[in-house]
């Protein structure tokens, strides 16, 4: 697991843990059944507190995105892949609205939104 702390970040240390592994797992990097490091192991592993990395598996594991089994590990959850393609389509829609926002700040309109979306699909 490569995950990389920022202390210029504004973002807290423990958020920056888990969006690393959440966007991981959603992105199909890690998949079901693959286990993760220990929380004691993870903390050692990017130097910081255990309850830092407590806090981030709890977190992953209200998100369904993650099992933990007392006595085996952390592991990331079966959730079916209906569950996973929504959560993705959330973040896609939180882009789409950063880019709209951003967009309008330029001044440009939906159309012009459009056409570079569509020039940018077609580079690809």
Do not use: C, W
Not at 37 to 46: E, F, T, V
Request: negative net charge; proline residues 2%; aromatic residues 4%.
């Amino acid at each position: 697991m490569n995950i990389l702390i920022s202390n210029a970040s504004s973002d807290p240390i423990y958020m920056q843990i888990l969006t690393q592994i959440r966007q991981s797992i959603l992105s199909g990097e890690f998949v079901a059944g693959d286990s993760l490091p220990s929380i004691r192991q993870l903390a050692k592993d990017l130097q910081v507190s255990v309850i830092t990395t407590k806090r981030v598996y709890e977190e992953l594991e209200k998100e369904k995105l993650i099992d933990s089994v007392v006595g085996k590990g952390s592991f990331v959850s079966g959730a079916n892949q209906d569950f996973i393609r929504e959560r993705r389509m959330k973040q896609l829609e939180e882009k789409m609205l950063e880019v709209i926002r951003e967009s309008r700040e330029l001044g440009m309109s939906s159309q012009d939104v459009i056409h570079h979306l569509t020039l940018l699909v077609e580079e690809e």
